[in-house]
């Protein structure tokens, strides 16, 4: 009850914030973007790889149509970029200009990982320590100043294929062997630390980390691990711990850095996957494809038919999210109703 009251008050305040905002212009002047499939705007195109979606009816619902998106329309980092009020093209890295540095580059890649290995049977992906590489040379090269760098927001979401493209993969990959859920979510948190502790070093002061959503209840998992009905319920329970670690990871990154005011947030897409909060918002497809999969494949089958009423489907292809569903969890974050401690628009405040 406490909780329901604090966070109607929550969005009072932030809708009041934001329409005092309105007046007003862009909230940040530089956005980055670093992360998997989820977060990738076209960075994929440019390598060799299984892991990549530039072409119908991928952007079916896009502008520009398919662009490399993992979705019908626009994705997450998009819908970010418009609460944000930012007016250009969050440009992919493979085709950014160093001057681009200056007010934002997307470095996200399909299949990225938190570990190297991960994805490696897909093809070349950018891995998460890739691409913060690919950052320090891109705001070193462009000479953006510290000053303007912590104004930036930062926003991740890196993981996922860890355990979709590695822990319940076969061959090559061992690590289900060697690891209990636990101790694999350590090890993965032990390389987030040291991720986030570059980008810290590289400026980053508004960061939002996006935990792993609900896996087992993706199409390609039900199909593989949940005996086609359901949720994989062993797939959810691996990835639990390693949410409420990254949770507890940002605590620890929001206590040592409180001297220089930086802020990170957690973004949970776990815990608001319910069937009564999709009922609610309209979502009456959640555990099939709107596009056509062909069998034991995950993304969409080229050229093929895809579900007329797009706005009520979770899922895009048999992993990835409808430009409906990217919407209502960005809402939701820059609301505060999915994040922890605080929510985007308060970040970037
Ligand atoms: C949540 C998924 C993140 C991601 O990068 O997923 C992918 C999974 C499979 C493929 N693929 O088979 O090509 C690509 C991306």
Redesign the pocket.
């Given at each position: 009850m406490a909780d329901k009251m604090f966070k109607a008050l929550l969005w009072a305040f932030a809708t009041a914030v934001v329409m005092a905002e309105a007046v007003r212009g862009q909230l940040v002047p530089c956005y980055f973007v670093f992360g998997?499939?989820?977060f990738?705007n076209g960075n994929n195109n440019e390598l060799d790889?299984?892991?990549?979606v530039n072409y119908s009816p991928y952007g079916i619902d896009f502008a520009r149509g398919p662009t490399g998106r993992?979705s019908n329309g626009r994705n997450i980092p998009d819908f970010i970029a418009e609460e944000l009020r930012i007016s250009y093209d969050i440009p992919p890295f493979t085709r950014a200009s160093t001057e681009q540095a200056h007010t934002g580059i997307n470095y996200a890649s399909?299949?990225?990982g938190l570990l190297e290995e991960t994805?490696q049977h897909?093809g070349e992906r950018i891995s998460f320590e890739k691409q913060i590489t690919n950052h320090r040379k891109m705001i070193m090269t462009a000479g953006v100043p510290p000053e303007k760098l912590k104004k930036c927001l930062y926003t991740i979401n890196i993981g996922?294929?860890d355990y979709?493209?590695n822990y319940f993969m076969p061959a090559p990959y061992t690590t289900n062997e060697n690891f209990s859920f636990d101790e694999y979510a350590d090890f993965l948190i032990q390389s987030y630390r040291s991720y986030l502790k570059s980008l810290y070093v590289l400026g980053a002061r508004k960061v939002a980390v996006f935990g792993v959503?609900k896996?087992g209840c993706?199409p390609r998992m039900i199909a593989s691990h949940g005996g086609g009905k359901g949720c994989a319920t062993e797939v959810n329970k691996a990835v639990e711990p390693f949410n409420k670690k990254l949770k507890d990871l940002i605590s620890e990154f929001n206590r040592i850095s409180v001297v220089d005011h930086a802020k990170f947030t957690f973004v949970d897409l776990f815990s608001s996957q319910n069937p009564i909060e999709y009922f609610i918002l309209g979502f009456t497809v959640t555990d099939k494809s709107c596009c056509t999969v062909e069998s034991g494949?995950?993304?969409c089958a080229a050229n093929k038919p895809v579900c007329p009423n797009r706005e009520r489907y979770v899922y895009w292809d048999n992993?990835?999210s409808t430009e409906a569903a990217n919407k209502v969890v960005v809402k939701a974050a820059f609301a505060g109703l999915i994040t922890s401690p605080i929510s985007i628009l308060l970040l970037v405040l």
């Open positions: 998997d499939s989820v990738d790889t299984l892991a990549k993992f399909g299949g990225a994805s897909l996922s294929n979709l493209n959503s896996l993706t494949q995950e993304l992993v990835h």
